[in-house]
């Protein structure tokens, strides 16, 4: 069974690497194996990150792109590519949330979150599509979707259509890249303590959420590592791709 979620001899690149989630997520990638390549905007956000991978006895290096600026992740998957001998993992985890209201939303803070989290994404995923297609080894993309993505939440108008894009493009890819041999999957988390959340959750927000998640909790980002380390595993998701897996404590399975 261990063999089955096996890790080893792959890279994974988190894209985002120095976020709560993506800083789980890549320790469950090590420890299963897999060697990071942590991507973050600033080389000073990527100690911590470090630091968590070597404390487990894993492997990692970073690299600097800011997602908005497509020239720089194309030098940071150069650079990988030069580090390692494949890539075969790849997760995008970068996301900007805002609570503006639509009849108050400015294009430009519009742009800027669609910036981060649709058309960064799609950048990110086209450059190392095309990584893992010269490669012809296959690969499995992750992108991180949200609960709001499908109804939206109130509150985060652009969030949530910036979301429901990235669900969009997850299952168009996974179309578009099987030939390939390259799968293509969402997770939808429900509330984890990511900053981007903290910054909009007031008491009354929090009440809300508790009395439409079932196990009236929120989640730990730990509780992330399992379904991610199933979609990376090419022998236990070898048949999961363009799904939208939930991990959402029951978030979605509610109404009223």
């Given at each position: ?129 095309k990584k893992m297609i010269k ?122």
């Amino acid at each position: 069974m261990s063999d089955l979620f096996s890790l080893k001899g792959k890279t994974a690149v988190i894209m985002g690497g120095n976020s709560t989630l993506a800083r789980a997520i890549a320790e469950g990638f090590a420890e299963h194996g897999a060697k990071i390549a942590s991507v973050v905007m600033k080389m000073e956000y990527a100690a911590d990150t470090e630091e968590q991978i070597r404390r487990i006895g894993g492997e990692i290096k970073s690299f600097v792109a800011d997602v908005t600026d497509i020239p720089s992740i194309q030098r940071a998957a150069d650079e990988i590519e030069e580090w390692t001998d494949s890539i075969d993992i790849l997760l995008y985890a970068p996301g900007v949330n805002s609570s503006t209201p639509f009849l108050e939303l400015e294009m430009e803070e519009w742009d800027k979150i669609m910036a981060v989290n649709l058309r960064g994404l799609v950048a990110t995923n086209q450059i190392f599509a095309k990584k893992m297609i010269k490669q012809g080894t296959g690969g499995s993309i992750i992108n991180i979707s949200s609960v709001s993505s499908g109804p939206p939440l109130s509150k985060v108008f652009t969030y949530s259509a910036s979301k429901a894009g990235t669900n969009n493009v997850t299952q168009y890819l996974a179309r578009e890249l099987a030939p390939y041999n390259i799968r293509v999957n969402a997770i939808i988390p429900g509330f984890f303590p990511a900053e981007q959340n903290r910054k909009i959750l007031s008491e009354e927000r929090i009440a809300d959420i508790m009395r439409h998640t079932p196990v009236k909790r929120f989640g730990d980002p730990n509780e992330l590592k399992g379904v991610c380390i199933w979609l990376a595993s090419e022998k236990a998701s070898s048949y999961v791709t363009g799904s939208l897996v939930r991990v959402d404590g029951g978030f979605g399975a509610m109404t009223i």
